[in-house]
């Protein structure tokens, strides 16, 4: 008999390749909970950082914000006639909501956004065509007393897809 068929009929080594996934997924779940710090309420009056999530670095039409229970959706259907219209669509109602478009070297005054439903939960506002590729949309949020915001490149204010630039490459015009 080889080494290795020895090896592998060894019992204490066959109960040490079954017993080694059981303990490293254990030992994965107690490292997590160990060191997890448990989620606490937003305090009134404090800031707190959105997530801009991934598709707000692609040309997708939106931008993705989220924080815990706070999740935004900024959409853009392109700039026409040098202005970009965008629209802000909330899980929860908010309070008020300020927008600026960042360009080089500029600091420019915050925009409140309008609602435009009675539930807080839909906004609206129109910002001049950013003017480079390095512009950064800044956003702020309120929901109850808390306040929330956010720093995203202008990336996603153009919807293209791989669709959308074959039918311009098949418009004859």
């Known amino acids: 008999m080889s080494t290795v068929t020895r090896f592998l009929t060894n019992k204490h080594v066959v109960i040490a390749m079954l017993v080694t996934p059981i303990l490293a997924i254990i030992a994965y779940f107690a490292v997590d909970a160990a060191v997890t710090e448990p989620p606490t309420a937003a305090q009134p009056g404090q800031s707190y950082p ?61 925009q409140s956004m309008q609602a435009t439903d009675e539930t807080g939960t839909t906004w609206q506002v129109s910002l001049p065509a950013p003017a480079d590729a390095q512009a ?19 990336t996603f204010i153009e919807h293209k897809t791989f669709y959308s630039e074959h039918q311009k490459a098949q418009d004859p015009s």
């Open 136 to 154: 950064q949309i800044r956003l702020a949020v309120s929901v109850d007393g808390s306040y929330y915001f956010a720093e995203a490149p202008t």
């Open 50 to 110: 959105l997530a801009v999530r991934s598709n707000c670095r692609y040309t997708s039409g939106f931008c993705a914000l989220e924080n815990g229970d706070i999740k935004l959706k900024l959409e853009s259907d392109g700039v026409q006639n040098d202005r970009l219209t965008l629209r802000l669509a909330s899980a929860l109602p908010l309070e008020g909501a300020q927008i600026s478009m960042t360009h080089t070297g500029t600091e420019p005054e915050p």
